[in-house]
């Protein structure tokens, strides 16, 4: 009994699907206890970072409540919100005012320079990635009271308490690291595209600290391997030159870690011949060791239960 008191429970939501796990990291693995996956109809959520998520409310509720009843009463959960939910943006300060409330101020000022739009009332945070003797080099994010307020209201039957909120991708490549380390090492410079639920995130890490965010939604629902990865290949060319007019050394990033919904057998070559990264190709089966016998072992279930798995060994 001790090992099921150690569980905690991850939510992720999604434009398409919301999933729910209860999990126990182990090492690098990961054991799901239990889990679900609710298919979202078409315009019941759709993320973005200035107006409310949720549009229809009671079919969203209906779907929160079928998910929370496949698991042992929920008391708590860790949040995996839609990347593109989520206002993100790297700040590079050469000068960092003591308070906190200054502090937040400043982030908020910065972002809505970046963003040209007024945040108004939003819940911020901040984490720092780098600290010199005349610079600092934080991580803020920023998410909207209305947005947030929607998604705290999983349950009016009960009161459920949100641990912790996050994107999505942050969660997941979290869970990878142990392997994207091994690989390149923990100063290597490397991208990790994140392309799940018609939501693209890719991320870049330069000397082991995180250089690099681009969030883009996917202009379509339904798209072949083909079409995504023609999607996928214009956006990592667009976000590269993004990153290099940034005054980056682009011609010393070395690989290209993809977590995607759609591979396609061509991906990896295709992205050797036209960025010269060596790609690797990430799968949840190498992270989550066991499922529950109500959930199908297969590389769909796999991917719709991976991010909430991972929220909840990293909340």
Known sequence: MALFRRDRVGLSIGPNH???????????????????VETLEEGVCRPSPVEKNILQVDRWKRSVRSALDRLPRVKQVTLA???????????DLQ??????????KLIQWHMEKTFLYPLGASRFSYQVLAREPN??????????????????????????????MAP??????????????RTVGETGHFAFLYFIDQSLTILIFNQGHLSFIRVKESPKKEEGAEESADFLLEELGNSLSFYDSGGNRLQSLTHLFLLLEQPSPEMEARVQEVFHLTPVLLSPSQIIRYFPPSIPESPEWSLRMISAAAAAVGG
């Open 18 to 36: 919301l999933s729910i796990a209860s999990a126990i990291q182990r090492g690098e693995s990961v054991d799901i206890r239990h889990g679900a």
């Open 135 to 164: 610079r600092i080099k934080i991580l803020a994010t920023a998410v909207k009271k209305e947005v947030v307020e929607q998604y705290e209201g999983l349950d009016e039957g009960q009161a459920i308490e949100i641990r912790r």
């Open 81 to 91: 919100l839609p990347d593109a939910a989520v206002r993100m943006l790297l700040l």
């Open 168 to 181: 999505s991708s942050f969660y997941v490549f979290n869970l990878f690291r142990p392997w994207v380390v």
């Open 95 to 104: 000068q960092v005012p003591k308070g906190e409330k200054d502090l937040e």
